[in-house]
Every structure is written in structure tokens, then in C-alpha cells.
């Protein structure tokens, strides 16, 4: 049975049902409550997940482009998606009109659960380098290089969408079974 979405927005009193997708995941939502980012993890076409954006006032979903877990850009311009296909694959889809460009690995062999950094010009994610040493990173949208931070093991809480408003990210060590502020 498909999972019920659904949003209540606060200047109106009823709920509209952002369902519709077979298989779609609710992943971010716009500062203002306007606009929810969805992951639609259907297979059909193809097996790479797809991005939709879509007003929370139930109108229809826009399709974005492929990727997984999209998350909005501070200023709601961009989301910034991850691949279930190529794991080191990161993209950056404009949720106007725009190209979609893709953010150099820099021989990461995986990149999961890209978000955004308040300011809006860099990505946090967690990266497998190739010694096989998994770490957080931060990498300019321009494409920079990725600077690695934290200790290693760590992964990015994927909690983190809703602490816009600060520069520090969940990160969990499972070694030591402690979530850490970075």
C-alpha cells in the first residue's frame, strides 16, 4: 500500500495530499513551507531514482531529473542530488530552468547524502576515499576540491535538513555508537 503524503500549510486549514508517486519519499522542504522536495525510488524507467519538486499546495509534481534524496539549496534555486547507480555521482539540478552539472568526485569511489551549507556555495556529504576510509566532506559548488573533516567512519545524519540555520551537521561514528555536532 503506497505511504500517504500529505501537508498542512499554516495560512490554511485543511491538508493537501502531495501523494501520487508509487514509491515517493518526502526529503526537504522549502524554508518558507512553500515547495517539498521528493525521491521517487519507482524503477520504471531506468534504475536510477528521480527528483521531483512540488508545491505543498497539492498542485502536481515536477520532475527534476535523476537522483536520489534531493535537498533544496538555502535560497530554493537548486536541489543537490545523490545516484543509487553511481554512488560517487553528485548533481546539482536547477529547479528553474538551467543545466544540471555534476560536482567532481576528485577520486572519492562514494559520495552519500549531499546537503546543502547555509551559505548556499558548498556541499557536506560523506565520502569513501580510495583506501576504503569513509569521512565527511565539504566541497565548493564551483568544484573545488572536497576537504575531509571529522573523524573517520563518520557518516552524515540525515536528520540534518531541518538546521538550516547553523553551520554544524549530525555525524555518526558506529564504532563508537555517539552521534557528534561538526
Known amino acids: 500500500e503506497p505511504q500517504r503524503l500529505a501537508a498542512h500549510r499554516r495560512t490554511e486549514d485543511l491538508d493537501h495530499d502531495l501523494s501520487g508517486l508509487a514509491s515517493a519519499h518526502l526529503t526537504d522542504i522549502s524554508e518558507d513551507g512553500e515547495w517539498v522536495a521528493i525521491e521517487n525510488s519507482d524503477p520504471s524507467p531506468g534504475p536510477e531514482y528521480k527528483s521531483y519538486l ?3 499546495d497539492g498542485t502536481s509534481p515536477i520532475l527534476l531529473g535523476e ?11 537548486y536541489v543537490v542530488t545523490g545516484s543509487i547507480v553511481s554512488p560517487e555521482r553528485i548533481r546539482i539540478i536547477p529547479t528553474g ?5 555534476e560536482l ?12 546543502w551549507m547555509p551559505d548556499g556555495r558548498s556541499i557536506v556529504y560523506s565520502g569513501l576515499d580510495a583506501r576504503g576510509v569513509r569521512r565527511l566532506h565539504v566541497q ?5 576540491l572536497p576537504r575531509a573533516f571529522g573523524p573517520e567512519g563518520t ?5 540534518n535538513a531541518a ?10 561514528v558506529p564504532e563508537v555508537r555517539s552521534t557528534e555536532v561538526y
Open 155 to 159: 557518516t552524515l545524519e540525515t536528520t
Open 163 to 172: 538546521a538550516r540555520d547553523v553551520a554544524a551537521y549530525l555525524g555518526r
Open 97 to 101: 530552468a538551467g543545466r544540471t552539472r
Open 104 to 115: 567532481p568526485a576528485h577520486g572519492l569511489k562514494e559520495r552519500r547524502q549531499p546537503m
Open 67 to 77: 537522483g536520489t534524496c534531493p535537498r533544496l539549496s538555502p535560497d530554493g534555486k
Open 54 to 56: 512540488r508545491r505543498t
Open 140 to 144: 565548493d559548488v564551483e568544484g573545488g
